[in-house]
């Protein structure tokens, strides 16, 4: 009997250590768990910082873009007149000679 009652109490001790082995584990979970929502929450509100980053960058460079086109535009434009008012002048010049060497 004796032999059985340390048994029993052996038992008893390992299944205490057991359970508060467990309840470790379990609030070891938890705490896991807690820590993989934080990660994830933070994740996400980076991401969407990142895609709202990226929908700002992409009006900034459609914003650049058309002002480029529109720069561009105006500088043909300039070229155009530029060129336009060389040729008359050229014409004019020449004009002037032939009068000049008539004389």
Do not use: C, W
Request: charged share 45%; aromatic share 4%; no cysteine.
């Amino acid at each position: 009997m004796y032999i059985l009652n340390l048994k029993i109490e052996k038992l008893r001790s390992r299944n205490e250590e057991l359970e508060e082995q467990a309840e470790l584990t379990k609030e070891k979970f938890r705490q896991l768990e807690e820590d993989r929502s934080d990660v994830i929450a933070h994740l996400k509100r980076s991401l969407d910082e990142k895609i709202e980053e990226s929908k700002e960058l992409s009006k900034r460079l459609t914003a650049l873009e058309e002002l480029r086109k529109n720069e561009l535009a105006a500088y043909k434009k300039k070229e155009e007149a530029m060129e336009n008012e060389y040729h008359m002048m050229e014409n004019n010049l020449s004009a002037e000679v032939k009068l000049v060497g008539e004389v």
